[in-house]
C-alpha cells in the first residue's frame, strides 16, 4: 500500500544549530505534504506545508523543500531552539486521506 | 485550543467491554477523523467522515465503529472485538473531504485495557 517512510526517528542537535528531517512516499499522485509537531502530551498541530507545484516554502526559522521526481520532502529548523524540542511527522495526500511518516523525536541540547 | 474536543482525556476498559470515545467540533468542519497512535509509530486512521450520515473505514478499521449522525459530532466505539485497544486516540477534523486540508486535532483520549 501507500506509505511515507521518515527518517531519522531521533535527531539531537546542539541549540542554536540547524536540524533536517526528512521523508519520501510513495504515491506520485501526492500533492500536499504537511509537517506537523506534537509536543509531550499534546495533540499534532501543523507548522508548514507544501503543495506540488511548489519546490519550496519558508516561514520564518521553518523551511520545506520538495522534489517531486525522487518523490521526498524535507524539513529544516535553523537556529533551534529549546521550544523545538517535539516529535515532527510528515504526511502525504492519498486519496481523502494523509499517510503519515512514523515520527522524529528532534532534541534540543543546551 | 477551543474547537475541536474529546472526552474523556483517560479511559479504562475491563477485557470484554465496548466503550465510546467522544469527539465534539463547533468549526463547522464537513470531514472528521479518527486516528491510533503507537508509541514509535505514526497516526493510523481508523474511520473518516466526509459528510454527515456517511463513514469509510481506513487502515485498521477492525474492532472498531462510529456514526456522524450529527456534523458536530463523530464517536468511535472500541469494541470488545479490538484485541489491542491500549492506545492514544486523536480525533480530527478539516474543513472539506480533500486531503489538502489542514487537519486539526483534539486532545486525544489514552486508552488503557485493565
Known amino acids: 500500500g501507500e506509505n511515507v517512510e521518515q527518517h531519522p526517528s531521533t535527531l539531537s542537535v546542539q541549540e542554536g544549530d540547524s536540524a533536517v528531517i526528512k521523508c519520501t512516499y510513495s504515491?506520485?499522485?501526492?500533492?500536499?505534504f504537511p509537517w506537523y509537531k506534537q509536543e509531550l502530551g499534546k495533540r499534532p498541530q501543523l507548522i508548514i506545508d507544501i503543495r506540488s507545484n511548489v519546490g519550496e516554502k519558508k516561514d520564518q526559522r521553518i523551511a520545506v523543500t520538495l522534489n517531486k521526481t525522487a518523490k521526498h520532502f524535507s524539513l529544516h529548523i535553523t537556529e533551534t531552539q529549546p521550544e523545538d524540542s517535539a516529535v515532527y511527522f510528515c504526511a502525504a495526500s492519498y486519496n481523502y486521506q494523509l499517510i503519515w511518516g512514523a515520527g522524529t523525536k528532534l532534541i534540543i541540547k543546551p | 485550543d477551543g474547537g475541536i474536543t474529546q472526552s474523556p482525556k483517560y479511559l479504562f476498559r475491563k477485557e470484554g467491554q465496548n466503550v465510546t470515545l467522544s469527539c465534539e467540533q463547533n468549526?463547522?468542519?464537513?470531514?472528521m477523523y479518527w486516528y491510533r497512535q503507537d508509541p514509535g509509530q505514526g497516526l493510523r486512521l481508523i474511520y473518516y467522515?466526509?459528510?454527515?450520515?456517511?463513514?469509510q473505514k481506513g487502515d485498521i478499521a477492525e474492532g472498531y465503529s462510529v456514526s456522524r449522525e450529527k456534523k458536530e459530532s463523530f464517536p468511535l466505539t472500541v469494541t470488545s472485538a479490538q484485541k489491542n485497544p491500549t492506545a492514544f486516540y486523536l480525533c480530527?477534523?478539516?474543513?472539506?473531504?480533500?486531503?489538502?486540508?489542514?487537519?486539526?486535532f483534539g486532545p486525544g483520549t489514552r486508552l488503557t485495557v485493565l
Open positions: 504515491d506520485s499522485a501526492s500533492n500536499y
Open positions: 467522515s466526509q459528510i454527515v450520515n456517511d463513514f
Open positions: 468549526l463547522n468542519h464537513d470531514a
Open positions: 480530527a477534523s478539516s474543513m472539506s473531504a480533500s486531503a489538502s486540508n489542514e487537519q486539526f
